[in-house]
């Protein structure tokens, strides 16, 4: 199955555009896809995404997809297992990282600084 990502030296990324708001998230948080692209209908491709919360912002219910994600916290904190007034959970320093198998239940999550995810997402080969 071929990948559906551009060769792509090493360049600064443009931290202040290409920000967008993911379908189903709060406004706080916001997505900038670095490479890729997912087809989530077909079970198809990949994509590598940047990941942005603004302080204080949560998510209210647990997530769950149909590919794996890896996911990297590169700045800032993310508290994981909230409840859905944004309580609670389990607070995670930079330089975390998990793996997620696709129909993994995961979530919800807040940042009480802010932070910025690495995301990795994509489909198991046929």
């Known amino acids: 199955m071929p990948v559906n990502k551009a060769h792509d030296e090493f360049h600064t990324l443009d931290l202040k555009s ?8 709060p406004s706080g948080i916001q997505q900038k896809i670095i490479s ?4 989530e209908p077909n079970r198809r491709g ?5 990941l942005r919360f603004d302080p204080g912002v ?3 219910a647990p997530f ?5 994600e890896e996911v990297f916290l590169v700045s800032g904190d993310l508290t994981v297992g909230n409840d859905a007034k ?9 330089f975390t990282y998990a793996c997620r198998p696709p129909g ?4 919800p999550f807040r940042s009480d600084g802010g932070c910025i995810l690495l995301e990795t997402h994509y489909f198991d080969p046929v």
């Open 86 to 94: 944004g309580n609670g959970g389990h607070s995670f320093p930079p």
């Open 36 to 39: 890729g692209g997912l087809d």
């Open 104 to 107: 993994a239940v995961h979530g």
């Open 46 to 50: 990949s994509r590598t995404r940047l």
């Open 64 to 68: 769950v997809h149909e590919y794996w």
């Open 58 to 60: 949560f998510t209210t």
């Open 18 to 25: 290409g920000w967008e708001v993911p379908a189903g998230y």
